[in-house]
């Protein structure tokens, strides 16, 4: 058991890691003995990560089932021309920016993740892994070590880096799923008003765009059944809903607020909805700075915006159609790159890598 004092995503490297996919592994070449087998896991999901660093093999193997990671987060891994991933930084090519790089990489190696990179070396030797990892940030080797990692996003959202590895491809990402013909609407989908009372904190969103008679405001909650607090009146303008699919909203919407969470960034970019970013943990800075630097989103720069900055985010967005231009041109690129085509391809031939 990894110490109590052990960062989650430590405790989290030593869990996955012992999940039992040899064992999986080996019922499928017994059913299936003159088959392929292929694994698919996800970045996130380390229980792959001993086979693809040479751990012994599945009984009824004799060559190394090959591995395609799919990133459906940032890509992760570190680059001479990007600062390491979490703080939100633009990338910086520039002889002092690679200074920079290198430097604030260092010193993630050699402090808030050095026990991180020690407890992930000893789970994997404990697993049978014989490759042994260069020390850097846990999410570097995660995305790398595979035969393949499929970027789940088109380029232009991502940083140009001139070290991308060649077992990195970008794949897209899904584009909007339609409406379901019996898809029940909120009650106020097709009314003019609404009445609604709540309570307690008025979302800083709702609270800068109350007084605007050409914007509908619309307020996702995120959960079913969450409610706002009774006894805080809605703005006239304002409607509010404990859940409703992104796919069903955007395609009516002229500007997305939201917190920089990865999947309603991809959501808004593929219904070609520039977006008003505000996000500062997890990934969320680094999510909103690639919406800055691709010239999708205003980046607020801060997960707790006071309401005049929100107004002034959302104002800039709608009166400077460079954001929608953008916006149109990525989502255009990514429909070209036909993700589910692009996937199986990468699938079917696979096996043309060497192991």
């Not at 499928?28 to 693809?52: D, H, K, Q, Y």
Request: hydrophobic share 40%; proline share 10%; aromatic share 6%.
């Amino acid at each position: 058991m990894p110490a109590p004092s052990l960062p989650i995503v430590g405790s989290s490297f030593s869990a996955q890691a012992n999940l039992p996919i040899k064992r999986v592994l080996e019922d499928i070449r017994a059913e299936n003995p003159e088959r392929e087998v292929i694994l698919m896991p996800e970045t996130c999901f380390m229980g792959a990560n001993p086979i693809s660093l040479g751990a012994p093999l599945p009984k009824g193997y004799t060559t190394r089932p090959k591995v395609i990671n799919l990133n459906p987060i940032p890509y992760m891994a570190n680059s001479i021309d990007t600062a390491p991933f979490g703080p939100g930084l633009l990338p910086d090519s520039t002889e002092s920016g690679r200074a920079r790089n290198q430097f604030m990489n260092q010193m993630m190696v050699g402090g808030p993740f050095a026990e991180v990179i020690a407890h992930q070396e000893e789970v994997l030797k404990g697993l049978g892994a014989t490759e042994i990892l260069e020390p850097q940030v846990p999410f570097h080797h995660w995305v790398l070590m595979h035969d393949l990692t499929l970027q789940l996003c088109p380029p232009s959202l991502e940083y140009d880096r001139s070290d991308m590895p060649s077992n990195i491809k970008f794949a897209g990402c899904l584009t909007p799923k339609p409406t379901p013909g019996d898809f029940v609407y909120p009650a106020w989908w097709d009314d003019g008003t609404i009445a609604q009372d709540a309570s307690n904190l008025i979302i800083p969103t709702v609270e800068a765009l109350f007084d605007r008679d050409d914007l509908l405001v619309v307020a996702i909650i995120g959960r079913k059944g969450a409610a706002l607090p009774k006894d805080m009146v809605i703005p006239s303008n304002t409607r509010v809903v404990d859940y409703l699919p992104y796919d069903v909203l955007l395609p009516h919407t002229s500007v997305f607020v939201m917190n920089a969470g990865y999947g309603g960034f991809l959501h808004g970019i593929t219904n070609g909805v520039p977006l008003v970013l505000a996000g500062e943990s997890e990934d969320k800075p680094e999510i909103a700075m690639r919406g800055e630097w691709s010239g999708v989103a205003v980046n607020l720069r801060t997960g707790q915006p006071i309401p005049e900055l929100v107004r002034e985010g959302v104002d800039r967005v709608l009166s400077d159609d460079s954001f929608k231009k953008r916006v149109d041109e990525i989502k255009a690129e990514n429909e070209a790159m036909k993700i589910h085509d692009f996937i199986e391809e990468q699938i079917l031939s696979i096996g043309e890598l060497d192991a």
